[in-house]
């Protein structure tokens, strides 16, 4: 397995839990604005923060997850 050196000036753009790409636009903001996508950063075990994207459903998927395990 390669694994591809990380440039980390951009997150990518695709979706954690699902895996579908999200819709090329020109800026960020406009992604999770206008069609609900969201970024996180998770707190990786290293210690770094990974930026995460989630599209719409699987967001209200996260949130929910998030709802019955508050203590995860
Ligand atoms: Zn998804």
Known sequence: ??????????PDPRCVDCGC???ELDQEQTLRSTLGWRLV???QRD????????CPPC???YKQ????RPDR
Not at 1 to 10: I, L, N
Not at 47 to 54: D, F, H, T, V, Y
Request: net charge positive.
């Open 21 to 23: 790409d999200a819709p």
């Open 65 to 68: 997850r998030r709802a019955s």
């Open 47 to 54: 210690g770094s923060n990974k930026a995460l994207w989630r």
């Open 1 to 10: 397995m390669a694994e591809r050196p990380r440039t980390t000036s951009q």
């Open 41 to 43: 950063f998770e707190r």
């Open 59 to 61: 967001w209200q998927k």
